[in-house]
């Protein structure tokens, strides 16, 4: 099945500066990778996705990239606000199974 | 438009006890999720269902955790009997299909089990 690795585990940058987490994926059958914010106590919701057919998506002060040769991919946030504090959770897809598998969070705090 | 709705929102029993969570995806949408998060781990998906049949069950303990959803709608997970490793956050998810759209996540039961 997918394996999907995650880092780093705790990254704490300063306001303003930019914050990049990496996940690999083992399936070279993934397409789909989605990116996931989680707040402390609420659930995880969607902020970016990515699909194999594309090698980078922005969306305002977030992008990421994908590299399906090196099977990684990468979230990006540029000029972090205190806001931007959360766990992150990268995942892929099998476009065979259609299995989600989530990398183990990234916890992000940004000091003010 | 109405989210994801779980019931309950935290629940405590003792080991070997049965539990039972529910689950009501946004309205419309053929595939549901049962994940467990363990605390400072990712969600791990127990069980993927496409409108009342089961896509996969392989990270499903069976010998102890049984979900349905009969009518295609509504979901029930059970755990019967539970173990102090079950202790956890049980999410459920729905999408329109399970083609690589959107998960929209319900706001978890959190189970602890003494």
């Known amino acids: 099945g997918e394996n999907v690795e995650q880092h780093p585990s705790t990254l704490s940058v300063q306001e303003g500066d930019s914050a990049v987490i990496k996940c690999t994926y083992s399936?070279?059958?993934?397409?789909?990778f989605p990116w996931y914010k989680q707040e402390l106590g609420k659930r995880p919701q969607l902020i970016i996705d990515?699909?194999?057919?594309?090698g980078e998506k922005k969306d305002q002060r977030i992008a990421v990239t994908l590299n399906k040769t090196a099977k990684h991919f990468s979230l990006h946030i540029t000029e972090t606000q205190p806001e931007d504090s959360a766990v992150y959770f990268c995942?892929?897809?099998?476009?065979?199974?259609?299995?989600?598998?989530f990398g183990r969070g990234t916890s992000l705090i940004v000091h003010p | 438009e109405a989210g994801v709705a779980q019931s309950p929102r935290y629940k405590i029993i003792e080991k070997r006890q049965s539990v039972a969570f529910w689950c009501n995806p946004i309205?419309?949408?053929?595939?549901l999720y049962w994940y467990q998060q363990i605390l400072g781990q990712g969600p791990k998906l127990l069980i993927q269902?496409?409108?009342?049949?089961?896509?996969?069950d392989s990270q499903l303990p069976k010998d102890r955790f049984s979900a349905e959803r009969l009518k295609g709608v509504d979901s029930t997970l059970k755990i019967q009997p539970a173990k102090l490793e079950d202790s956890a956050v049980y999410l459920c998810?729905?999408?329109?299909?399970?083609?690589?759209?959107?998960?929209?996540f319900g706001p978890g039961t959190r189970l602890t089990v003494l």
């Open positions: 998810a729905s999408s329109l299909d399970g083609g690589g759209q959107e998960q929209f």
């Open positions: 399936d070279s059958a993934s397409n789909y």
């Open positions: 990515i699909r194999s057919n594309v």
């Open positions: 995942a892929a897809r099998s476009g065979g199974s259609y299995i989600p598998t």
């Open positions: 309205s419309g949408h053929a595939t």
């Open positions: 269902f496409q409108n009342n049949g089961v896509v996969d």
